[in-house]
């Protein structure tokens, strides 16, 4: 074989280098090195452990088998073929290379135990300090935010990642929007449309029903009173959907509660200004489900009038 | 095929393509013996070459290192005719844009002692009010590189062959070498803006002078061009610089791993303030020993992660390396490795030259 040129040995030393830091290699590394001092602190996530490098050591159970895989004969013998291969490349350019994740992953479809608690203002600032020395891990995470070059995704906030995730807000948004329908259709088939029928049409009826039930002027005494046990039952599941996912809806869903949360509380001629304005959100949240629901209320009133 | 590895520089030093060199590494590993060992090699080895060392940590330490002063313009070693020094300094850079500002101002007509933004300048408000900006040490070494750039393409003033660079600890230097990047993805936006709205800034620069879209896209182009020749291994190559310590070799592999993802060249790991005890029985103290034992297991360690990299061992020497003398003995051993049987006397012979 003809000698290597300087240019030539340093790309395929490079090449070997970098396939060593891949596949989940970059993270082992990190823990070989960690695992010299006992009860180490220091992080051991690695920018470099790609989905794609992920993908790669599926099936591989730990971290064990990462270093077998890395320091075995096999290993070696592996990284000396995929070298000759590469050698008689040599004048293609190299055909991978390492892509630098631009955000934690995510499961598409997160697990309610694994939702962002509260963000500590500690751990934010000190990461927006950065250190001089270097030490530990907040370089690399100013780093990590710095890798999109400035640009934000849609609902991040422009000074960094926003403290609650993304994609559990947009799975929160899910869960309400699918509560919220599932209770409209069951007021309205279950409730609304049967009992509108009956004041309706009680002299048509086959079976005999009770007066107080299908007396006109009770009709919006017992509606109300429904429309309260079903505001209570819907509020009260969506608290507990609240509480496990720990997202506020009305300040991730609504657009006025968005812009009310910069609101100073205090210096103003009217003090808590936003929560007055929290507090009038959800009195319009339970009004217009009561709206809506009188709305249908009237429609089946005139069609039921006509039939 | 010989795919051997040396245990030294000697392939970077006698390197003809290399035209970036930076040296970084956790504070206190002598990054700055380190780079100043490699520029003097480099320039010893290359004599028909230009060479610069720019410092752009903003706590210079090149001054120290050679013994003489060095300033925001480069200088040339005393006793070396191709290598250049300089210390890129924040402050006396952004005293200069406001003392330009400033005379810019009084030229426009500003109406002296009445003139508000005069008076904030003569103050010097600007270099007050950017110097505190995070990332503007960084700003100002970008600046430099993408200055000597043109100096290359225009043949104007003093080009270098080579520039070394002598970073600051690891957190501003990885932000410098990020700059590229992120100032690519930002001058791609602006460039989208001022695609459409580019004649209405032009027309709003004033007299009309300013081509603001032309100075965007040539700016553009050099960061474009810097960004690919950071990333072309026969171009930029890092030496990393550690101690044979637990947090040191900890964040050396954190080093590597993020200048792997910037897809940038890292090839040589330079271990400094190592004791070889077990060859030096003449000065030979328990401490030494247990400390040498220390370093041994981090070391076995180095060697074991970094077996395709230089891996090169320097010594700890009795005194100080200081001065273009002392500097020339310790970084011979960059060029051709220690060997403690052998070369243990120079260790305390730069203690005597101290």
Not at chain 1, 118 to 126: A, C, G, I, N, Q
Not at chain 2, 93 to 121: H, I, P, W
Request: include cysteine.
């Amino acid at each position: 074989m003809s000698e290597l040129s300087e240019s030539e040995k340093r790309k395929i030393l490079r090449e070997r280098r970098q396939q060593k830091f891949r596949a989940g290699g970059a993270s082992s590394r990190l823990n070989k090195i960690t695992g010299q001092i006992p009860n180490s602190q220091l992080s051991t996530e690695s920018s470099l452990d790609t989905t794609e490098a992920n993908e790669h050591t599926k099936g591989l159970s730990n971290d064990e088998d990462v270093y077998q895989i890395i320091d075995s004969p096999e290993g070696n013998e592996q990284s000396t073929k995929e070298m000759d291969e590469l050698i008689a490349s040599i004048s293609k350019p190299p055909s991978s290379k390492i892509i630098p994740p631009k955000s934690r992953d995510f499961s598409p479809t997160p697990e309610l135990s694994e939702t962002p608690g509260t963000v500590d203002p500690f751990s934010m600032l000190k990461a927006m300090q950065g250190d001089a020395e270097g030490n530990g891990s907040s370089p690399f995470d100013l780093f990590k935010a710095m890798q999109g070059g400035g640009q934000t995704e849609p609902g991040e906030s422009p000074f960094g990642k926003d403290p609650v995730d993304e994609e559990m807000v947009n799975y929160h948004k899910y869960v309400v929007n699918k509560l919220k329908a599932y209770s409209i259709l069951f007021k309205w088939l279950f409730f609304i449309l049967p009992y509108v029928y009956v004041v309706i049409k009680s002299e048509t009826l086959p079976f005999e029903l009770p007066n107080w039930l299908v007396n006109p002027s009770n009709f919006f005494t017992i509606f109300v009173a429904f429309e309260i046990v079903a505001t209570s039952i819907y509020y009260q599941k969506l608290q507990t959907f609240e509480s496990d996912n720990n997202i506020d809806t009305l300040q991730h869903n609504n657009k006025i509660a968005k812009l009310a949360s910069f609101i100073p509380n205090e210096g103003l001629p009217i003090r808590n200004v936003r929560d007055k304005v929290f507090m009038a959100l959800h009195y319009w949240d339970v009004l217009s489900m009561f709206i809506t629901d009188i709305c249908f209320v009237l429609i089946l009133m005139g069609v039921f009038t006509y039939i | 095929m010989d795919l051997s590895i040396e245990p030294n520089l000697h392939s970077l030093i006698t390197s003809s393509t290399h035209k970036w060199i930076f040296v970084g590494g956790k504070g206190g590993v002598g990054k700055t013996t380190s780079s100043c060992s490699i520029a003097i090699q480099m320039a010893l080895a290359q004599p028909q070459k230009q060479y610069l060392l720019i410092s752009t940590d903003p706590a210079h330490n090149l001054s120290d290192a050679f013994g003489e002063k060095f300033g925001k313009d480069a200088r040339k070693v005393t006793g070396m005719n191709n290598l250049s020094c300089m210390e890129i300094d924040p402050s006396a850079a952004l005293k200069d844009m406001n003392d330009m500002a400033v005379s810019r101002s009084n030229a426009n007509g500003g109406s002296g002692e009445s003139d508000g933004l005069s008076n904030l300048l003569q103050g010097g408000g600007l270099a007050e009010l950017t110097g505190s900006i995070p990332g503007i040490d960084e700003a100002l070494s970008f600046m430099e590189v993408m200055k000597h750039i043109r100096n290359q393409e225009k043949g104007e003033g003093e080009s270098y062959d080579t520039v070394i660079f002598d970073t600051a600890p690891t957190g501003h230097t990885l932000r410098f070498l990020q700059l590229p990047n992120t100032l690519s993805k930002l001058l791609e936006k602006f460039g989208e803006i001022t695609g459409n709205f580019g004649p209405m800034l032009n027309s709003l620069a004033g007299t009309g002078n300013i081509d603001i879209t032309g100075k965007l896209n040539q700016l553009k182009e050099n960061v474009e061009l810097i960004k690919s020749q950071f990333t072309n291994p026969d171009l930029t190559t890092f030496v990393c610089v550690c101690i044979s310590e637990f947090l040191s070799l900890y964040e050396t592999e954190r080093l590597i791993q993020e200048l792997i993802s910037y897809d940038m060249d890292v090839n040589s790991i330079i271990v400094n303030q190592l004791l070889f005890a077990e060859h030096d029985l003449e000065h030979n103290c328990k401490r030494c020993q247990a400390r040498w034992k220390m370093q041994k297991k981090y070391l076995d360690q180095i060697d074991e992660l970094y077996e395709d990299f230089h891996v090169i061992k320097m010594p700890l020497c009795a005194g100080e390396i200081r001065g273009l003398d002392n500097l020339r003995k310790f970084s011979k051993f960059l060029d051709k490795e220690y060997d403690p049987s052998k070369d243990g006397e120079v260790i305390y012979e730069l203690e005597e030259k101290n």
